[in-house]
């Protein structure tokens, strides 16, 4: 039994939820979500709540079950506050701006770094920092992942660009080697 997966989801005020032919529609505030369910897991609303339910009692299936509970809440969380996260740029000269929708980066190269902003997706930046907002979970982290992949931080000067607060352990170099 998954534990995660036995939670109902409570449906806030504001929001929309609606099953049609296999795909859930999430609609608040901040706009509208859809997501193909999984064919395993029954989903049902009952009482400005949704239920789910297992259609077998196999492994994956439960696995599965707390998976669909979970993509549920956060498109719920998503249409009602919305996710963001951020980023720091650390390095000398390296900046970041916004012009028009679309995120410009300053990190070392010998042009500009041109990030396009998709649907549903903004950018704020200032000099040394960069958030991504968005209704949808996963395409601000995937977003945020592709950011950072452009300069990963590397691991003698930590010269880079890393999520807030995260933690680059930095090695000695050469000078250590030869002590």
Same mark, same amino acid.
Request: a negative charge; hydrophobic letters at 40%; aromatic letters at 6%.
């Given at each position: 039994m998954s534990r995660i997966g036995k939670k109902p989801i409570k449906i806030e005020k504001g929001v929309e939820v609606r099953i049609e032919s296999g795909t859930i529609f999430v609609k608040g505030p901040k706009g509208e979500l859809k997501k193909p369910l999984i064919d395993l897991i029954d989903t049902r609303i009952e009482n400005d709540e949704i239920l789910l339910t297992p259609k077998n009692e196999e492994k994956d299936t439960n696995a599965l079950w707390g998976l669909q509970r979970s993509l549920i809440q956060n498109m719920i969380e998503g249409v009602?506050?919305?996710?963001s996260k951020k980023l720091e740029l650390v390095g000398v000269g390296y900046k970041a701006s916004i012009q028009g929708k679309d995120l410009i980066l300053d990190i070392g190269f010998s042009?500009?770094?041109?990030i396009s902003a998709r649907e549903g $997706?903004?950018? =704020?930046?200032?000099?040394?920092?960069?958030?991504?907002?968005? $209704?949808?979970? =996963?395409?601000?982290?995937?977003?945020?992942?592709s950011i950072r992949k452009i300069r990963k931080p590397e691991p003698y000067k930590g010269k880079g660009i890393r999520y807030e607060g995260e933690i680059i352990k930095k090695k000695l170099g050469k000078k250590a080697a030869g002590s």
């Open positions: 009602t506050s919305g996710f042009h500009p770094v041109k $997706i903004v950018f =704020e930046a200032d000099k040394t920092s960069i958030t991504v907002l968005g $209704i949808d979970k =996963e395409l601000v982290g995937q977003i945020t992942a």
